[in-house]
């Protein structure tokens, strides 16, 4: 029975699978906080700097995944 070969991955797939994550995990956290925020009487000046949050990790995570595809 022939042996098989255990290749390596290419480096770029690290990187962009923790591009991906962390714009999916750390943003749909932030964004759940959000949906909840009304319920916790959470400030409107809070839940604005969430707002803010949000929007700049899907977008750099998205940004960086983008990037290193790209790259490829």
Known sequence: MPRLKRQSLPPWRLFAASAVLT???IGFA???WLFVAPVLAISP?????LVR?????????FGI???IGVAY
């Open 30 to 32: 932030v964004g759940a």
């Open 45 to 49: 000046e809070r839940q604005l700097e």
């Open 53 to 61: 949050l949000h929007g700049h990790v899907q977008l750099y995570g």
């Open 23 to 25: 714009s999916t995990l």
């Open 65 to 67: 995944a983008l990037t």
